[in-house]
């Protein structure tokens, strides 16, 4: 964890082993962040799981989970809504916005995200196929 991350609600954090949460990372925790093992979170990136309920009158207070499944790297000033799975091995590309699940071993960019192409796997051991 870099010193200058910012955690909000760090009880609602659970993190594994192996990952780096890079410079200026915003995790705002209103609801449950689970990031796995070997994950990469670049600098700048935004991990909201919180919102607000734009259909309900009173703008209810929305804490839904994020989760980010082991081996995935969320690149540079990307941001990562609420109630979002990302998949084994996913990468989000630099300032995309990722607002729905995303599959495992395939990247994604663009506002909103979309599929660009598919990841080679990394094996156990974190050697790659390639």
């Known amino acids: 964890m870099y010193p200058s991350c910012k955690i909000s609600i760090p009880w609602n954090l659970e993190i594994g082993d192996w990952s780096t949460v890079g410079d200026g990372v915003k995790l705002y925790a209103l609801g449950q962040i689970s990031i796995g093992s070997g994950v990469t979170i670049s600098q700048g990136a935004h991990i909201c799981?919180?919102?607000?309920?734009?259909?309900?009158?009173?703008?209810?207070?929305?804490?839904?989970?994020?989760?980010?499944?082991?081996?995935?790297?969320?690149?540079a000033d990307a941001f990562i809504g609420p109630n979002v799975d990302v998949g084994e091995g996913a990468v989000v590309a630099a300032r995309a916005v990722v607002i729905k699940d995303l599959a495992e071993w395939e990247v994604f960019g663009g506002n909103p995200a979309k599929y660009i192409k598919d990841r080679a796997k990394i094996y156990e051991s974190g050697e790659s196929n390639g």
Do not use: M, N, T, V
């Not at 309920?53 to 929305?62: C, G, K, N, V, W």
């Open 49 to 75: 799981a919180g919102s607000h309920d734009y259909e309900d009158r009173a703008f209810s207070l929305l804490k839904l989970p994020i989760s980010i499944q082991d081996r995935a790297w969320i690149c």
